[in-house]
């Protein structure tokens, strides 16, 4: 009938075939579980803006923040399902996918600092990483800094001994795992989107994390007592769906290899005073107390929390914790 064929024109039309169809832009989902105003979620953001600008339109970057889309487990899922296109997720979180040797970043005291971090990520063992990604479907794009971790709970995180019994967040790493056990404490993997409430609850005591988590995701709110710790050290990969990537034309792929790495420069340049203006915000809040370990109690977690290294070396691999350790020195 005449009323099917002009369905069937409507239903072409929107489908976008003739003229408009030259100019759909190629849509890439970023999905994502902080906040905006974080490290990663401003990075998220500058590459939109880099990508959409320098394609000319052509390519349309949409971020989805705040675990709106899928939360820690799923949007590893997602993105191998082609779902949505690209992530950047924290680096304790590639063990479940089975590249397990991404949980060496989660080793105690790791990193005396930042540069040693960069050391490692910008070095042979970061694009091994990376390649070890591919089988899986994965691309790895770019390293991404947040910070140290801290530890916080509702009692004061002193002593060891401070955390006998107690139930502690964790991302899901072995590693994270076996530190919270070094601590006598009792690890819980749970969601970054899930923090709040399971903290609020009961259902976790405490967590470690970084200030612009601590911040953004309100945690003042629920924990009452936090330790400056700097024993871990919180970072990401931006990732993206290698068919998806495979597929597009060779001059997009060229141009968004530009934008990240750009987008990579800001996010890890912005990283450190984020993170710091997280923390005065924390302090002005007055809803927390912050405590400072003394030389004499960091010794204490480090001796309890060495060990960790050699218990984990044979899930991490030996060689890549000793191109950790040479890389950062
Ligand atoms: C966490 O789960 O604590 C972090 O990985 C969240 C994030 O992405 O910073």
Redo the contacts with the bound molecule.
Sequence with gaps: SRRQVLGAAAALATLGFGTARAQAPITIKFS???APD?P?GKGALRFKELAEQRTGGKVKVEVYPNSQLYK?KEEMEALQLGSVQML???L??FGPLGVKEFEVFDLPFLFKDTQAFKNVTEGDLGKQLFAKLEPKGIRGMAYWD?GFHDMSANKPLHRVADFKGLKM?I?SSKVLEAQMRALGAIPQVM??SE?YQGLQSGVVDG????F??FWTQKLYEVQKHLTLSNHGH?A?AAIVNKKFWDGLPADIRTTLDGCMHDATVYANAIAATENALSFDKIKASGKVTIYQPTPAEILEWKKALMPVHKEMEARVGKDAMQAAYKAAG
């Design positions: 994502h579980v902080v974080t990663k820690d950047a997720p924290s304790s979180k947040n967040r991302q969601a970054f923090l967590t470690e994390g970084t612009s988590n919180l990401y």
